[in-house]
């Protein structure tokens, strides 16, 4: 299933996907659902309500691009529930790019402008690359983990939660040899930034290395 043509789904196939289906089959159903289904308020209760992470990771991440979706759509959200659950969530070293892709898409369409406190953009890119940083390392060290990362680029792709585009490009950086992958992985340009967003490494940097680099980012001089 190609990312851009996630089909409509009905409201049933939907309550049964979030009763019994996996992660992954939670995200699709509310991507699907904050595409097709015309009833936006009750779209953003749902992703909400997977937005608490008690769900997955992948659930999580859907949530927070439905409501990016419904943004952009709808033009209008439930800005008092949204933003206090976006800056809860952009606090989470995984879910922090996506988070703030979905604040753009609100300050674009959905008529209100981010508080300093949202606008965090230029940090989590920093965050980013350190993360990414990290993963280049232990690549260096076990180039092994090229493989998992190939893995992770098919699954997200017959999921429909990476973009063709992404995929392909991807696939390509890590076909290079190695030196030149982790200098991509780390590259400021604008089409590594949006590359990083889709990144194959999630799982490489356990936990804990995860928030050491997010705290000591974060008190080294960004906002």
Sequence with gaps: MKYAELPPIGRAEAANAFARGTDTEIGQALLRLSLHDPEWEWVEEQALRFADGHHGETACLSAVQALGHLARIHRRLHLEKVLPTLA???AV?????RVADALEDIESFAGRKRSPRLDRHRLAEERSIA????????IRANPALLSKALLRINDCL????????YAARWREILALPLDEVCGAMVNP????RALRQ???FVGILDARTRWKIWREVGHGGGP
């Design 88 to 90: 809860r969530l952009q």
């Design 189 to 192: 340009a604008e089409e590594f």
């Design 131 to 138: 993360m990414h940083a990290a993963v280049a390392e232990r």
């Design 158 to 165: 017959a999921a429909g939660l990476m973009h063709p585009r």
């Design 198 to 200: 889709a990144t194959p």
């Design 93 to 97: 070293p995984a879910l922090s790019g």
